[in-house]
Every structure is written in structure tokens, then in C-alpha cells.
């Protein structure tokens, strides 16, 4: 009789791809909506499931017909929700079953199945002393297998070897094995224990079977092939797959042979091409090493190295053609077009000629790098950029060796592929911006790129063979030249850029920018009021700058307003074409104005004086103040002045500490008095020695309660006997001081050499005072200098005879 089958009801969970066996810990991830369930109700229950494999794995909702017929019950051990609300459980399988049916719930099935039982030999039978060879050849053969393979711990191998279990072992190893979910589903339902092992270690020696011969295989390959039947072997392939590949084409290294020929090389690189090509030959098609070696002849075979037709340009340069391009693309900067047109000139009687390296130094947005690209085209040659700001590793210029991964050349090198000819024009621009650290100092690899002497043999470290630089025009762009090293400084021609005056940018903005702007924001037809009045309004609210970079901008910000009215005005129907620009719509376009010029003061003040001041965005008239107090002999300085400045304050103070008996100052006065210097808009940082003279004026002014003229403005450096030493950029500084109303400058005599600098219609309007000691400018701006220098009987002359003399009027205005 058969004996009555009990029926358990447990939530079930289909699994794809997978069979768990009794006694085995596996984690499952659980992602199906109904499955999910099922664990949800196992955990709120007694954590069991019956797991059975699906036979196709594509199914979504399996039925009875879908399952295999054996399966595990199996307890969660641990559940963790995942991110993406999925479950991943751990779970150990407790015993086998029998899946009799599926009772399908709303949003979860349970299987009703019927316990399963391994039939075990008799002990002490026969049968059972078959089993256990069998299963202690299955535990020898998984051994071997694990050494090759390193599936499971030796831990593990050793804890399997404890079991007494023979089932147990068994399902374990099964459980283990890399084999297909239908040969495992064939063990889990063979039910007699001697047949189990047997399928099992089947299976098992298949597995040992299979990578012994992938290692003898490998082995013998080893063994067997010698060098030239690998390259006969390799070769063969090789020749094979490029005939299938190219369907026709040429062959790939007869395309580079003749490539080679073609390009006319100098003998060291053609050999060095040629060598690359038998090595390229001799590899795998696709090793890594192969790509390494086309590219570097790629490299070779792009660059141009002169021998080649297309490898030279040559000069197209004329003088009246240059002069013309030159006038066209840029506005005013005289001398830095003569000497363009100087280099220019050598060029054409001596082509050859190395010539210097021009070094374009200035401050942002004044055109130098559209002065190289224009000199470019005066000489008819390719034009080409490297920016070097930030640059600070040296394998920037000279590449990286191709013993690294990913190594390429360096900056030159690729510039020189990208012109396509040897004799380009290069503009390094920002050299001053480069730095260096522990990867080496770029701006000492650029001495042999400059050098005439050292350039026709530059060598670069992937490449690896010398080329000739000594054709190129190599042109630099800097905003300053005491960042740049000595060494680099030795071998540039340094041309100085001074900023633009305020009648320059109008004629530029007239001439170039707003035809641009408006071009670029299809306003071309309207009728806008950019007259001169309303360019400097803008020039002077809203840009603090030696260049037109923002007055571009600006310009471009008032067309865009402009272009959105004239739309709204075309909806509305009331079309408007014409546009003015007066102080009320300037303020409509671009806000209230961001920055004000400083102007003089109307009345003559006692204890101030007009300084001029030298920014990178030009000049201004910087205010300098003094005001003394009671105290206890201190100077304070304030208005954010740098050190010089502030060494130069103290100067002044000793000057006018030592003409005390002059100005009737008692012997103890400056011992009981504190003064107070102050130059306004203290955030912004000041510094430099030439507000010497001023500074010694505005303390004499304080002290002697003598006003100053407000039309007067001075510059330059005072030492202690008070002679007046020579300053920089009085261009600048006499550009702010017609703009702000002055009348008269007085500036060191050393300077009158810089008046021819001054446009002509600003000469018109000043009136300049050339001085030698700091007593003509008080005899030239104090209201009773003279009676205050006057020798009174039995005093010591004030300083020697021929510094008696007031200071030179030059240009007086008409």
C-alpha cells in the first residue's frame, strides 16, 4: 500500500536560473510584484517559502506546468530592502518537496506540496559501501577541482571533510558546481543517494575533464610554439584578417610604405619610420602595443618637416599691404606698427633670417593677440595660439615619453601638425602666467623653443627625433614682465602696450565695435545715436579699463535692449528705427553708472592735494589729505597703502620735518603733534614711490594753513633732500588729469623726454611744470610760496642757487 501523502501549504517563490538544494545557503533577489508578497507574508509568518525553478525563464506568472516538479522549503534567514524597493534574502534550504498544486491568491500564490525523502542504502549493504567510494571519490575530485579553480575556502573543504552526512556532502558539492540549472534540477530530483552521488560526480569530473585540456591545451601552445613559427603563425593570421577586412582596399603597411616615400623625409626620421613599420608588421592587429606604434607613425607622417611641397609658405609680404592691414584691424599703437613693419621689412631683404622673438607686454583687452594674428596675415602665413596660463608641468611643451599610457606630444609639436607647415606664426600667449612644480618648469623648456641658437633641433620626448623650429615666427603676449624668468626675459624682444586714451576708445568703438555689435544682434538697420558724447558716457560710467573688452560688452549690452524694444515696437505697431543715446536712455540700457571719475576740486583747500596715480585700467587723479591733531608725534597712514607708499610718506615727512625753521615751526612740534595722512577710497590697495612730491605738499599745506589750487595736480618720487626723481606712465596719468579737469601738472624734469608720448590734443589743454626740487613746486603751488621760501638775514640759503629757478611751463593751452 502506498502510504498517504500529507499536504503542506507554504507562500511560493518561482526562481529563474536557479535551483537551491537542502541544507544550502544562497542569496535571492526578489523583484516581482507577487513574489514579493509571498516573502512579506513568509515574514510575517513563520519565514518559510517553497522555492521551485521555473523551466523557462522568460515566463512571468509560471503556472503548475511552468515549475519543476521538485522542490526546497527553504527559511529566510535575513531580509534587506533594497533602493530600489526590491528584497535581497538570505535563505537556507531545510528539505525537499513535491509541488502537487498553485492556489493563486490576489497579489500573491501558495503551493500546496507533499514532503520528499532520499532513499538511503541499508547500512552495512553493499549498496551502501558503493555509495560511500563514490562519495569519497566525489570529495576527491572536488579537491582537485578547487586548486584550479579556487571556487570555495580551504576553510570550506575542510569543514565539508567533518560532515558524516552523505546526502549532505553531496548537496552541498552539487550546490557548488558551475553547471546548467537543468543538470542541478536532475540531481535535486533523483531521490535514491547512490544515484545522486553518481550524477554528481559526473558532472563534477566533466568540470575537471574540461579544465584539464584547457590547461594542457595551454600548456602545449606554450611549449611547442618557438619564436619564428609564433611570428610565422601571427603573420599568417594577421595577412588573413586584413584580406577579409579590407574587402579590396590597399593593404594598411603598403599604405604607409608609401606614405613614406611620398613625404620626402630627412634620412634619421625616414629610417625611424621605417623601423616603426617592421615592428608594426610583427604584432597582434589588435594588441595594445600595435596601437601604440600607429600612432606614433601617424604622428610622423602628419607633421610637416620641409621636404614636402605643402610643408612651406611662403611669405606673401608687402609693405604697403601690411601697412594697410594693419591701419584696417587696428586703431592708433603707432610704434607697435612700425615695428611690425620694421620686422617685416628685414623679412623681405633677408628671408632667412632668424630674427628676434617679439614679446607684445600690456595690459587685457588692448589687441595684443589680434595684433599677432594680423601680422600672421601681413606675411601670408598660417596663424596658430598656445595659451600657457596655468600651464606648470614641462611635458606640456615637450610631451610625454611613450612608455606611458596615453602619452602624446607635447604643445609645440601638436601646433606645428595642426598649421601644417613648417614656418607657421605661433603666438604663446600668457607667458607670464606659467608656473612650475615638482613635474618640472615649463618656462625653462621654452628656452631651447626660443633660442635661434638651439630651436633647428628641438627634440621632444615622444617623438624623439630633432625638429626644425628655426622657420617659425614664434610671437609671446604678457600682462606684465617681472613674473616672467630672467633667462626667458634674455630671449624676448620686449614691446610695451600702454592702455588706450578715452579719444582712442571712441574712435575704436566708432570704427570697429559697434558695426560689430550691431551686425551680431541684427540692429545693422537701425538708426542709433553712438555719437561721441554718449561713447564716453559709457566709457566713463560703466568701464574701468586700459583695453575695450567691457566697452565692447556694454556696447553690445545697449544693441540687445535696443533689438528686444524695436520688436516689442513692431507688436505693438508702432514700429521705432531711431534710437538716441543721452544720459537718461544710457541709464535705461545698463543701469546706474557703476564707476565715476575723480575730478579736481573747485576751491583752493588747505591740506589736499591732487595726486595722479598710474592702474592698469589707465590713469586717475588719486586725492591725498592730511589733518593734524595734538598728540604724541605719530604718523598715521591710512587708505590701504602698500609698503613703498608708505616709506614714501615717511620721506616726505623727513623733508618737511627738516625745513621746520622755514615754516616757523617751533622745536618741539612735530614731537607733540600727530599727522594724519589719507588717500580716499581705502578698499582698493595702493602703492608706488611717485606720490612723493604731493604727499610733501599736502603736509606743508596742512601745517602752514596755505591753500592749494585745485587746477594743480603733481607726480613724482621726493627723496629727503627734496629732489623731485623721475616716475612711469605720465601718459596715462595726464589722460586722467584732462579728463578730470587740470590745468596744470607738475612732474619731474627727468619726465619731459615722455611729453612727445601725450597725444597732441591733450598737450593742447594742460599746462606742464617740469621741476627739479621740491621748492619750485611750492614756489608753483602755494598761494604765498614765494614768501615762504624768501632767505630771511642771517638763514641759511634753502637749497643751492640754480634749483632758485620756477618750474618750466611747457605747452601752455590756447
Known sequence: MHEKKSFVKYPLLPLRDMVLFPRSVSSLYVGRDRSMEAVRLAMDGNRLLAVFTQQKTDTVLPAREDLF???????????????????????????????????????????????????????????????????????TAFETFNKDNSTVAPEFIAELNQKKDPLHITDSIAHLLPISFQQKQNILETLQLTERIEKVK????????????????????????DKMQRHFYLNEQMKVIRDEMSEGEPDEFDAYRQKIEDRNLPDEVKSRAETELKRLEKMPPLSAESTVVRNYLDWILDLPWGGHADDLTIDAADMQVAAEILEESHYSLEKIKDRILEFIAVR??????????????????????????????????TFARISLGGVRDEAEIRGHRRTYIGALPGRIISTMKKAGTVNPVILLDEIDKMSSDYRGNPSAALLEVLDPEQNSEFTDHYMELPYDLSQVLFLCTANVVHSIPEPLQDRLEIVRLSGYTEMEKIQI????????????????????????????????????EAGVRELDRQIGRITRRIAREFLESRLAGKEITEYELDKTSIEKYLGVPQFRINVREKEATVGQVHGLAWT?????????????????????????????????????????????????????????????????????????????????????????????????????????????????????????????GITDIICPRDNRKDLDEIPANVREHLRFHFVEHMR??????????????????????????????????????S
Open 69 to 139: 516538479a521538485i522542490g526546497t522549503v527553504v527559511e529566510i534567514l535575513q531580509l534587506l530592502k533594497m533602493p530600489d524597493g526590491t528584497f535581497k534574502i538570505l535563505v537556507e534550504g531545510l528539505h525537499s518537496v513535491e509541488l502537487a498544486e498553485i492556489e493563486e491568491q490576489e497579489t500573491f500564490a501558495s503551493a500546496l506540496v507533499s514532503p520528499v525523502t532520499v532513499e538511503l542504502p541499508k547500512e552495512g549493504s553493499r549498496e551502501a559501501e558503493i555509495a560511500a567510494r563514490s562519495l569519497e571519490k566525489l570529495q
Open 776 to 813: 619750485n613746486v611750492l614756489q608753483l603751488a602755494l598761494v604765498n610760496g614765494e614768501e615762504l621760501l624768501r632767505d630771511k638775514p642771517g638763514q641759511v640759503p634753502f637749497y643751492s642757487p640754480h634749483l632758485n629757478r620756477p618750474g618750466v611751463e611747457i605747452n601752455k593751452p
Open 202 to 225: 559526473t558532472s563534477l569530473e566533466g568540470q575537471v575533464e574540461l579544465q584539464q585540456l584547457e590547461n594542457r591545451i595551454q600548456e602545449k601552445v606554450r611549449s611547442q610554439m
Open 348 to 381: 623681405q631683404l633677408r628671408p632667412n633670417s632668424p630674427g628676434p622673438v617679439l614679446c607684445l607686454v600690456g595690459p587685457p583687452g588692448v589687441g595684443k593677440t589680434s595684433l599677432a594674428k594680423s601680422l600672421a596675415k601681413c606675411l601670408g602665413r
Open 509 to 544: 568703438a566708432r570704427r570697429y565695435l559697434i558695426a560689430r555689435q550691431m551686425e551680431n544682434t541684427g540692429t545693422k538697420e537701425l538708426k542709433i545715436d553712438f555719437n561721441n558724447k554718449s561713447i564716453a558716457r559709457i566709457i566713463r560710467g560703466y568701464t574701468r
Open 616 to 740: 592698469s585700467a589707465g590713469g586717475d587723479i588719486m586725492n591725498i589729505e592730511a589733518a593734524l591733531a595734538h598728540g604724541k608725534g605719530k604718523l598715521i597712514l591710512t587708505g590701504n597703502l602698500g609698503d613703498v607708499m608708505k616709506e614714501s610718506a615717511n620721506t616726505a615727512l623727513g623733508f618737511v620735518r627738516s625745513m621746520g625753521h622755514r615754516l616757523n615751526l617751533s622745536d618741539d612740534f612735530f614731537d607733540r603733534t600727530d599727522i594724519f595722512l589719507h588717500v580716499p577710497e581705502g578698499a582698493i590697495p595702493k602703492d608706488g614711490p611717485s606720490a612723493g612730491l604731493a604727499m610733501a605738499l599736502t603736509l606743508i599745506s596742512a601745517i602752514t594753513q596755505q591753500p592749494v589750487p585745485g587746477n594743480f595736480a603733481l607726480t613724482g618720487e621726493i627723496t629727503l633732500r627734496g629732489l623731485a626723481l623721475p616716475i612711469g606712465g605720465l601718459k596715462e596719468k595726464s589722460l586722467a588729469a584732462y579728463r578730470g
